[in-house]
């Protein structure tokens, strides 16, 4: 523990990225906890994060190995941060992730009793929704990955605010136009609905009015949108005075469901 902290406060380069990829391949946990912490934090580096040198690296397929197999938690969660950082670049990045079993990485990661990882294991998931509609339609239907279930099962189970913010953005992200049909997203409505009337987040409210912003285009949703009373819940928000960035998904979810109604 006392080794991991000081790893978590050291400074690494993107000349030692080499060298750590060949730490997480090492049988020995230490060295994998180096490796995988080291990783992180070059690749958590907000300004110019080096994806295509990790990439470059190999370290992919070992960094999904740890998060499927390893028996240390803090490993897997720094694994799958990885992960999730590497899926945050251009699209032939998140890609090639994929390709090598990103997106059946990051859902056995749900299916983890912690919340650090099931949190970065929501994070990659959301961040390949994010990348094109292609991909944001594999995930959803039902001969691909089939992701909505396993995620709404972790929003309801969750009581951690971290996993309910990253759960509403990767559930925001599957619902971006061109938004899926009311079939593909059907079951992630009653607890959008529920999220968004209950939680008093600001991210959470901000990632759910996103969401019912993106499909209430449809009158099948507005439909079950009105008999959740979300409308009541909008206008209350809308009264007190959120913040800038809240006003314009409230008020296009409003205006997607007058015009509906008309």
């Not at 990439?55 to 499927?68: A, R």
């Not at 950082?85 to 299916?111: R, Y």
């Not at 997203?185 to 609905?193: D, K």
Request: proline share 4%; with cysteine.
């Amino acid at each position: 523990n006392r080794l991991i902290t000081i790893w978590r406060c050291m400074t690494f380069e993107v000349s030692e990225i080499s060298s750590l990829a060949q730490n997480v391949r090492s049988a020995d946990i230490k060295k994998q906890y180096y490796g995988v912490i080291g990783l992180r934090k070059i690749l958590s580096n907000d300004e110019n994060p080096p994806i295509q040198e990790a990439l470059n690296s190999g370290v992919v397929p070992d960094l999904i190995k740890l998060v499927q197999t390893s028996s240390e938690s803090r490993i897997q969660a720094e694994s799958a941060w990885c992960l999730a950082n590497l899926c945050a670049g251009t699209d032939e990045q998140t890609q090639e992730v994929v390709d090598k079993g990103g997106i059946s990485c990051f859902l056995s990661a749900l299916k983890s009793s912690d919340d650090e990882v099931i949190d970065n294991g929501l994070r990659g998931i959301a961040n390949i929704a994010g990348t094109s509609t292609e991909l944001r339609d594999l995930l959803i239907q039902s001969n691909g990955y089939n992701v909505i279930k396993p995620v709404v099962k972790v929003l309801k189970n969750s009581v951690s605010l971290s996993v309910a913010r990253s759960a509403t953005w990767l559930l925001s992200n599957l619902c971006r136009t061109p938004e899926p049909s009311y079939e593909e997203i059907e079951s992630i409505i009653p607890v959008l609905c529920y999220s968004f009337c209950h939680l008093k987040d600001d991210d959470i409210l901000g990632n759910v009015a996103w969401a019912l912003s993106y499909i209430s285009n449809n009158e099948e949703v507005v439909d079950e949108i009105l008999s959740y009373d979300v409308t009541s819940r909008l206008v209350s928000l809308l009264r007190n005075s959120p913040s800038p960035n809240l006003c314009f998904p409230y008020l296009r979810t409003i205006g997607n469901i007058i015009s509906s109604s008309e």
